[in-house]
């Protein structure tokens, strides 16, 4: 059951994803959209695509009764909180926790130009270490 509080909350949530579904950005996707404690702290998202991780566990989680594996991995969205002027990369990693149980999730965000900037190093980096040089 319901309290008045948790009543209002929800329909306040629902009044801010209404809000954030009739400002959209074009590269926004409405499903992906997620609504704050107030319209400021709320943000519009891209999908995500997910870069699976070799050398990190994952973990079961139990969904409807059923055990589903969550695979490790680091998702790349675009990501912009409604007062922000400016758009940034969400990269959020999930793994399992140390001891093997459960999940640790984070996410960084990045400028565009700090994205651009690790984007580059990063390829920098695969070009050293396959003994590409620039001629």
């Known amino acids: ?12 949530y629902d009044a801010i994803l209404l809000w954030l ?6 590269w926004a996707a409405t499903q992906k959209n997620e609504a704050a404690d107030n ?14 991780h070799t050398y990190r566990f994952g973990w079961t989680v139990e969904e409807d009764g059923v055990e589903i594996l969550r695979a490790a991995a680091t998702a790349v969205n675009v990501s912009q909180f409604t007062g922000d002027a400016e758009l940034h990369i969400a990269l959020t990693s999930r793994r399992a926790n ?7 999730t984070s996410t960084e965000r990045f400028t565009l130009d700090e994205a651009a900037q690790l984007a580059h190093t990063v390829l920098a980096a695969i070009d050293l270490a396959r003994g590409i040089t620039e001629g």
């Open 1 to 12: 059951m319901r309290t008045d509080q948790t009543l209002y909350r929800h329909n306040e």
């Open 21 to 26: 579904d009739a400002h959209m950005p074009s």
């Open 39 to 52: 319209r400021r702290n709320s943000s519009w998202n891209s999908v995500a695509v997910d870069i699976p």
């Open 98 to 104: 140390p001891d093997g149980d459960g999940g640790v």
